[in-house]
């Protein structure tokens, strides 16, 4: 069901506005003729779930090539 799938992907974004900007962004992108569009976007929801589609905020000054350098 749907709503499951919405909730599981909010356990990594917090803002439901974000999750649904993120989710139809994604759609348009990974959507492919002749298959129905719920279908691709309950796959978004799904990866949404398994993996954040955020990613990781890097702390200024904390990247790699600051600390090889230093």
């Given at each position: 069901?749907?709503?499951?799938?919405?909730?599981?992907?909010?356990?990594?974004?917090?803002?439901?506005?974000?999750?649904?900007?993120?989710?139809?962004?994604?759609?348009?992108?990974?959507?492919?003729?002749?298959?129905?569009?719920?279908d691709?976007?309950?796959?978004?929801?799904?990866?949404?779930?398994?993996?954040?589609?955020?990613?990781?905020?890097?702390?200024?000054?904390?990247s790699?090539?600051?600390?090889?350098?230093?």
């Amino acid at each position: 069901m749907r709503s499951d799938l919405i909730f599981g992907a909010l356990a990594h974004v917090k803002n439901r506005y974000q999750l649904c900007q993120l989710a139809s962004k994604a759609t348009r992108k990974l959507h492919k003729p002749n298959t129905r569009l719920q279908d691709t976007t309950n796959d978004v929801l799904v990866r949404f779930h398994e993996t954040s589609p955020v990613g990781k905020v890097v702390a200024p000054g904390s990247s790699a090539q600051e600390r090889r350098a230093a």
